[in-house]
């Protein structure tokens, strides 16, 4: 299947973060005195492996960008002013308006200033869910390329935008495939905790500093400028609440780590040993769904670990080592293993408000975006956290 623009992006920031990886392991390896030449030629050879796949994909995504672009001006040339400039400039006189006339728009302004439909996406299976449903969904769509700095859990887990949603957790979950797992672990926590999952409202604020300089700038930067770091504020607030170590008050059942939702950890000597145990635990009917949310520290750690000097297995990838899917983000203190689409995201689509606010001590004004979201784990069984515990001295 083709990768996708954001997917081929995300791909280039992380050769990108393994081409400077390998560059300081070649670095070290030439200021060892006792580096041998066969281990500063396996070095330098990884090093350029990393290095030629990071640019040769850069040049295949700036090919892709350059085609997206002439193909938006073209279009625009033959009809004059599309949607694009419609949504764009919409999108702007808003975000001018409150912040100037210091008013408070709702959401549905905002969607209908910029052309956006203004029904929501109903749940998971729906193709266009990104995350972010208390912004107008086409200004990302349409020229926002990504947020500033991607969640990986936006594509992971589930998101839809509905209000008092209830969720039945057995016929999301399995359907007819539920008679398969009646004696396991799953089939016990629906029984304890019952068939349905209720969604709660949080607050949820967002701010975007704005300087006059933004304010009087095209209608174009001005709109990329606050959208995506709105999108990206709101992506970060998900993920920071699903991998908190201590959540906010009201905000515990959030966290995969939370004791409150029970999540099974999975204990070895080492993370990769953990990890593994953890793929394996699962019942049948989470295998083919399976993926792992770790940070990068773990991974450059097993990956020196699994090579023992043998240079080459640096070109490996997480999934080609692990065989699901691996995210990496600094968020996942520990490697959370799961079928990621039983965490939900749920957001409510008719209290979003867009406000203005001024510190009076620095002069900035923000721009800001007051959500009402939650997030449940419909499943803990459907999750395993992989941790190490040292084994027990001798004797």
């Keep these: 299947m083709a990768k996708t623009l954001i997917e081929m992006q995300a791909a280039v920031r ?94 549905e302004e905002f969607k209908n200033a910029t052309l956006a439909p203004t029904t929501a996406p109903v749940g998971p299976t729906d193709d266009t869910h990104n995350g972010a449903w208390a912004l107008p969904t086409n200004v990302s769509t349409d020229f926002i390329a990504t947020p500033l700095a991607p969640n990986p859990l936006v594509d992971a887990a589930a998101h839809s935008a509905m209000v008092n949603l209830e969720i039945p957790r057995v016929d999301i979950s399995f359907g007819d495939a539920f008679a398969g797992v009646q004696d396991g672990d799953t089939a016990k926590e629906i029984e ?30 001005l709109t990329q400028f606050v959208y995506s770091r709105l999108q990206d504020g709101i992506l970060k607030l998900e993920a920071n609440r699903a991998f908190a170590t201590t959540p906010r008050a009201g905000e515990e059942h959030m966290s995969l780590y939370d004791k409150s939702n029970a999540i099974k950890v999975v204990t070895a000597a080492d993370k990769y040993s953990a990890i593994v145990a953890a793929l394996a635990d699962f019942e049948d009917e989470y295998a083919d769904n399976l993926s792992i949310f770790m940070s990068r520290t773990d991974w450059f750690a097993i990956q020196k670990s699994l090579a023992n000097g043998n240079t080459s297995f640096y070109l490996q990838t997480p999934q080609q080592v692990f065989g699901v899917p691996v995210h ?28 203005q606010d001024k510190d009076v001590k620095t002069g900035i004004v923000s721009f800001v975006a007051t959500t009402w979201v939650d997030a449940q784990v419909k499943l803990a069984s459907a999750f395993r956290i992989a941790d190490v515990v040292a084994a027990p001295p001798a004797g």
């Design 328 to 355: 990496l983000t600094s968020k996942a203190v520990k490697p959370v293993v799961g079928d990621f689409s039983q965490y939900h995201v749920n957001y409510d689509p008719t209290t979003a408000l867009f406000e």
């Design 192 to 221: 304890l905790k019952g068939s349905q999952v209720k969604f709660g409202r949080v607050k949820s604020k967002v701010f975007v500093g704005l300087s006059e300089t933004v304010l009087a700038g095209t209608n174009l930067a």
């Design 14 to 107: 992380e050769y990108g973060a393994l081409a400077a990886k390998r560059q300081e392991e070649y670095v070290a390896t030439l200021e060892k005195i006792e580096s041998t030449p066969e281990e500063v030629k396996a070095a330098e050879s990884a090093r350029d492996a990393m290095k030629q796949k990071f640019e040769a994909l850069s040049k295949e995504v700036k090919a892709k960008e350059d085609a997206l672009r002439a193909s938006d001006l073209n279009s625009e040339k033959k009809h004059g002013q599309s949607d694009r400039e419609k949504a764009i400039d919409g999108f702007a006189d808003l975000v001018r308006g409150v912040v100037s006339n210091n008013r408070t728009a709702k959401l």
